[in-house]
């Protein structure tokens, strides 16, 4: 089986509320979706959301890297020569981790249709179930808390709070959250590189004096201040995860061997997709570290390759892929069946993805 071609599109999916962070403002997934056709007919897919706040891609750089350098370096090569042509995916051009992730999951969908089996199983295979938390939008207090109980009510059992925007205003945030939802919800907290290290150690070291239980807290620092992260993470007693500081294995490596955190968050849009995904997980494991694997504001597609590489992995612990609840439309035909707040991977050939309505043209 070769790949035949790659053609890209466009989907436009509302949010059913503004998300919002320390970094930015999204309303509407506005992302390129991949087809990679195979020479039997056989379709892969994949996405990518731009981000530029966080990956530097934008719409034109993603759309630029995928016709111009990744397509080109992939196009006649067979599916099964799986390590040569991620190989030259990944060296195509650097950087570009968005477009590099879209094809990369779009060839990891066709490699596991050609062999008719789910691609969490040809990863590992070690569960199909998985349990995601929910973002809670950066807000003012009250709606923040309101926000929260929502989705209590909705049966979510853990909570990613974003904070970072100003550290006083961060405390009343969260305890007005833990004091509404009791003591049994998991608090997580994400600061998007918000804070300065000493705001982080200072209001980190507050919220443990509050008792308020928070389970980590994610990226406090700038994302290249590994310095930084590091100094946090030796002056608080909270488990600290990388983010925005762990692109490649190579940061993974770095970050690790200098105990700078105690968690790992894999993005498949910042590493390029699952092949370093899979690279990032094994170093983790290596160092007796877990892992969460999150994702940007995407559609099911990518969402899907997500989840496949999350239930395929022990050590992937933690599952933040709550952007397919956060929009008002699922245009995805397949892919991860959903019930809140569980994911199943199916067993379905490839991701199990059959078609995407409303895909617009470039």
Not at 25 to 43: K, P
Not at 63 to 68: H, L, Q, T, V
Request: include cysteine.
């Amino acid at each position: 089986m070769k790949i035949e071609s790659v053609e890209l599109k466009r989907v436009s999916i509302p949010l059913k509320k503004p998300f919002k962070t320390a970094l930015r403002r999204v309303d509407t997934a506005e992302n390129i979706i991949v087809v990679m056709t195979a020479d039997d007919g056989t379709r892969g897919y994949g996405e990518a959301p731009p981000t530029a706040a966080i990956t530097g891609d934008t719409d034109e750089t993603i759309i630029s890297a995928i016709k111009n350098s990744i397509a080109p370096a992939i196009i006649g090569l067979d599916i099964e020569d799986l390590d040569d042509v991620m190989y030259r995916l990944q060296h195509s051009v650097e950087g570009n981790t968005s477009p590099k992730a879209a094809c990369d999951m779009a060839v990891y969908d066709l490699w596991s249709r050609h062999y008719g089996q789910p691609l969490y199983k040809l990863l590992g295979g070690y569960r199909k179930d998985l349990e995601t938390d929910l973002t809670i939008s950066i807000n003012e207090p009250a709606e923040m808390r309101e926000d929260a109980l929502a989705a209590i009510g909705q049966g979510f059992h853990a909570l990613k709070l974003k904070v970072g925007i100003d550290a006083d205003l961060d405390i009343k945030r969260v305890k007005a959250i833990r004091e509404a939802v009791g003591p049994d919800i998991r608090l997580r907290l994400d600061a998007n590189q918000g804070w300065t290290a000493d705001e982080a150690v200072r209001t980190i070291r507050r919220f443990e004096d509050m008792g308020l239980d928070i389970e980590f807290v994610e990226q406090p620092v700038k994302a290249r201040d590994f310095a930084e992260m590091k100094r946090v993470h030796d002056n608080v007693h909270t488990k600290i995860m990388a983010d925005e500081s762990m692109f490649s294995p190579k940061d993974a490596i770095e970050l690790l061997h200098m105990e700078a955190v105690d968690l790992v968050n894999i993005k498949l849009m910042k590493c390029g997709g699952i092949h370093n995904a899979l690279k990032i997980a094994g170093i983790a494991e290596t160092y007796g570290v877990e892992c969460m694997l999150g994702c940007m504001i995407e559609s099911k597609v990518s969402l899907t390759a997500a989840a496949h590489l999350a239930a395929a992995k022990r050590n992937i612990t933690r599952v933040d892929l709550d952007a397919a609840i956060l929009l008002a439309e699922d245009p995805v035909q397949g892919g991860f069946e959903k019930d809140i707040p569980h994911f199943s991977v199916t067993n379905a050939p490839g991701l199990g993805i059959t078609g995407i309505e409303g895909l617009l043209e470039l």
